[in-house]
C-alpha cells in the first residue's frame, strides 16, 4: 500500500468501526439479555476495535506487522502455556476476590453469566467466537498491539505497559470489570512485552474467555470458591507472573546490551 492510499485506508477503517461501535452499543446487554443479543454486540465491538487499531496502525505509515506486533514471538510453547496459566489463575484470583467483595452479580460479568447459563450446541460454539475469540483478537491487536508499543518510546516500557492498562480497564466502563480487565491488563501487557509479540497475549486472552465462557455456560463457575480453588489460582497466577517477568528482564536486559 503507497503513502497516499494509506491515509484514505484509515478514514474508510475509523468511518467503519465508528458504524459498528454505533451498532454495538444499539445491542448492548442490560440487566436482561439473551445470548444472542450479548455475542452480537461483542461481535460488532470487537470488529470495531480491530478496525480502530488497523486505522491508527495505517496512519503510522509503518508495516502494519511491526506496528500492531503480528511478529513472531520471542518464546517456547512451554512458555507460552505458563502465560496462558498465568493469565486464568490471575483471572480466577480476580473473581474470588469480586465474589467476596459482593459486587460481581450486579457488575456486567454478573450478567453476561445469566445470560449464557445451559447454553450449549451451535449456541455455544457462535457465543465462543464472538465473546471469546474475536474480543481476545481485537482488545489485544488495539491495546497490547497498537496502543502499548507506540507508547514505548515516549514512556519506555513499564510507562506503556501501566499507560495502556489503564485504557484497557476503562473501555470496559463496569467499575468492576473495568478493574479486573486493568489488572488483567498489566499481566498482558508484561506479556507482549517480554515476546515482542501480541500474539501470545492475544492467545492468553482468548484462552481465558474460552475459559470464562464455558464455565458460566456449564454453571461451574458459581462453584469455583473456596480454599482449594484459590490455591490453584495463586499457583497458576505465580508461574506466569514468574515467566513474564522473568522474560521482560531479559528483553530489557538484551535492548540496553
Do not use: K
Amino acid at each position: 500500500m503507497n503513502g497516499r492510499s494509506r491515509p484514505i485506508a484509515a478514514l474508510l477503517s475509523a468511518a467503519l468501526a465508528a458504524a459498528l461501535l454505533l451498532l454495538s452499543g444499539q445491542a448492548a446487554p442490560d440487566s436482561v439479555v439473551g445470548a444472542d443479543r450479548l455475542a452480537l454486540a461483542a461481535l460488532y465491538g470487537s470488529t470495531s476495535l480491530a478496525l480502530f487499531a488497523c486505522a491508527g496502525a495505517f496512519l503510522l505509515r509503518r508495516p502494519l506487522p511491526d506496528t500492531l506486533g503480528l511478529v513472531r514471538p520471542r518464546t517456547t510453547a512451554r512458555r507460552l502455556a505458563a502465560y496462558i496459566a498465568g493469565t486464568i489463575g490471575t483471572s480466577q484470583l480476580l473473581d474470588l476476590a469480586l465474589r467476596g467483595l459482593e459486587v460481581r452479580e450486579s457488575s456486567v460479568l454478573g450478567t453476561i453469566d445469566r445470560a449464557l447459563v445451559g447454553l450449549d450446541g451451535p449456541g455455544l460454539v457462535a457465543v465462543l467466537g464472538c465473546l471469546a475469540l474475536a474480543p481476545g483478537f481485537a482488545e489485544e491487536l488495539l491495546f497490547r498491539g497498537l496502543l502499548q508499543r507506540t507508547l514505548a518510546r515516549p514512556l519506555g516500557r513499564v510507562g506503556a505497559i501501566v499507560a495502556t492498562a489503564v485504557a484497557f480497564g476503562a473501555l470496559h466502563i463496569d467499575p468492576a470489570q473495568g478493574t479486573a480487565a486493568a489488572l488483567i491488563g498489566l499481566y498482558l501487557g508484561a506479556v507482549a512485552m517480554a515476546s515482542g509479540s501480541t500474539w501470545p497475549a492475544i492467545a492468553c486472552h482468548v484462552a481465558n474467555n474460552f475459559a470464562g465462557v464455558l464455565l458460566a455456560a456449564t454453571g461451574f463457575g458459581d462453584g469455583f470458591a473456596g480454599p482449594a480453588i484459590a490455591t490453584a489460582s495463586v499457583a497458576l497466577a505465580a508461574i506466569g507472573i514468574w515467566a513474564a517477568t522473568r522474560d521482560l528482564e531479559a528483553a530489557t536486559r538484551a535492548q540496553a546490551g
